[in-house]
């Protein structure tokens, strides 16, 4: 979510071909307004290697592999120095919920909210064979749910059977939203209904819950799509149980029947044993009379078991369908319920969105990282100072960037992780990266503009180059002198002002950022 509140106002419009200077957001105080503020925190900058989705994918999938051929049994899967899953089942146990836990071990990379909910929803469809797009939808919700229950031990001990909270601590239950703190910190909990459920497999009930809603309203877009899958969801699940409840109740009605023909038999076998018990009195000496009555008062007394068995196959039965359609019941009013919501929230969605484009608006940069010195885009309505956007990249070096032709130029990223540095181009309109130097930048590296060039510090192995791009990135120039990767770049009309690795102040000449020989002085003649 991205729901944020803001302290201060741009002091002035800013110009779209000057460096954009940063709104120093106090990143404390952001934090202390939004404390309750589910907004997860994702590493959005340049990567050293990307992953492609089926390889994000499998690696739910290959744990949902394991655990699907032992639904009701508890069972481990995957590597626990990277992505696992315990399979907490206790079927002795009636009350409360059993449990999917998924670790984050503490060798994982995974570092962006969207990859995390790809890794669950393929485990989810590898696992209990949801569809795709019921798992992803699932899959929106687990990690909020999840965030909003961060450390709670005490909220999930309410929900879940033992073998669950075996495997869950104080300091890890759940999931943090900065995720620089998953590796090692995370048990990411899937409410489980029915392992055998099918569509009703997870809880959605639970993991849809009114604070996790709320907090799903938080962002911007008041995450009005997810909530409309997860309310189709209900309300086929709510079918489902109908159907089942229907089938139930017709079973109930057999065991009814059956149970009504058990009684019937009970009670004249009872008879049957009465007579034959006064006959035995009667006749004290007739052997065969005794005989015949202790026959029939055992056969009323195995008959009596025979209904009592069939009273109980029917109380289950009308248990079963009573059960069935409090499912059903329930599904819909939640379903009903959230729809009304729904509708309201895009209402205010559209409003929104119309009032922004209205608008009078200037980008600029908030420091999200003080410690770091890392900035994030932003667009500010400059009537009211209000946010309108902020970029999901937020790693921005430097506090600098610059307007480059249609898009905006900064150098990005971070060497952590699968993380790395490069110069990028930001769309003003998803405020995204749009394209990326294949070359790596020095996390140190000024960002410095001469008309429609941009000069930077690359890395060249261990050595780092003065570096000339154009606005599309394409790298123009490159020099053969080795630089400080923090060397300032100072431009004149035909030379730049450099200091090399040695720590001397160097020139470079425009053309071509060779080396500049400095000429001798008359002392240095004589």
């Known amino acids: ?301 195995e008959q009596k078991k025979v209904e009592e068995e069939q009273k109980k196959v029917t109380e289950e039965a009308k248990e079963n369908a009573a059960e069935q359609q409090a499912i059903a019941d329930k599904k819909n009013t939640e379903a009903q319920e959230e729809r009304k919501t729904i509708a309201k929230d895009q209402q205010d969605v559209i409003q929104k969105e119309i009032e922004n484009a209205k608008a009078p608006a200037a980008y600029g940069i908030e420091l999200t990282n003080e410690k770091s010195m890392l900035s994030g885009l932003i667009k500010v309505n400059t009537d009211t100072g209000a946010l309108i956007k902020a970029s999901p990249v937020t790693v921005i070096r430097n506090r600098t960037i610059y307007q480059a032709g249609d898009n905006f130029i900064a150098i990005a990223g971070e060497n952590s992780g699968n993380g790395t540095v490069k110069v990028v181009l930001l769309s003003p309109d998803t405020m995204e990266i749009c394209a990326e130097s294949n070359e790596t930048a020095s996390e140190d590296s000024v960002l410095v503009q001469d008309g429609e060039d941009y000069y930077c510090v690359i890395l060249e192995g261990k050595n780092c180059k003065v570096a000339k791009y154009d606005k599309e990135l394409n790298l123009k120039l490159k020099s053969a002198l080795d630089v400080a990767s923090a060397t300032p770049i100072t431009v004149t009309d035909s030379f730049l002002i450099v200091t090399d690795a040695k720590g001397t102040v160097r020139l470079l000449d425009k053309s071509d950022l060779s080396p500049i020989s400095a000429k001798p002085s008359n002392l240095d003649a004589k």
């Open 1 to 301: 979510m991205n729901t944020r509140k803001f302290y201060c106002i741009l002091a002035s419009v800013l110009s779209m071909a000057l460096p954009i200077f940063a709104l120093e957001v106090d990143e404390k105080e952001l934090k202390s307004a939004a404390s309750d503020t589910i907004v997860f925190i994702n590493y959005t900058g340049p990567h050293s290697k990307i992953d492609s989705m089926a390889s994000i994918k499998k690696l739910g999938s290959d744990m949902g592999d394991v655990v699907a051929k032992s639904l009701d049994s508890k069972i481990s899967a995957g590597s626990s120095a990277k992505y696992s899953v315990i399979h907490a089942i206790d079927s002795s146990v009636k009350e409360k919920l059993d449990a999917d836990i998924i670790l984050i071990g503490p060798n994982a990379t995974v570092d962006h909210i969207d990859n995390l909910r790809h890794i669950i929803a393929s485990y989810l469809v590898a696992a209990y064979g949801y569809s795709e797009k019921d798992a992803e939808t699932v899959a929106v919700f687990v990690p909020v749910y999840n965030a909003v229950y961060r450390n709670k031990l005490d909220s999930f001990n309410s929900k879940y059977k033992q073998v669950v909270m075996d495997n869950l601590s104080a300091s890890s239950c759940g999931l943090s939203v900065n995720y620089k703190e998953w590796p090692g910190q995370s048990q990411i909990v899937i409410p489980l209904f029915d392992v055998n459920g099918g569509l009703s497999t997870v809880d959605t009930s639970v993991i849809s819950d009114s604070e996790v809603v709320k907090h799903m309203q938080e962002d911007e877009d008041k995450n009005v799509d997810a909530r409309k899958d997860m309310v189709d969801i209900k309300e086929r699940e709510a079918e489902q149980a109908t159907k089942k409840a229907q089938d139930a109740q017709k079973e109930a009605v057999q065991e009814q029947k059956k149970l009504t023909e058990e009684k019937k038999k009970t009670e004249e076998k009872k008879q049957q044993a009465e007579e034959a018990q006064k006959k035995a009195e009667k006749n004290p000496e007739d052997k065969k009379a005794q005989k015949e009555a202790e026959q029939k008062k055992e056969e009323y007394e």
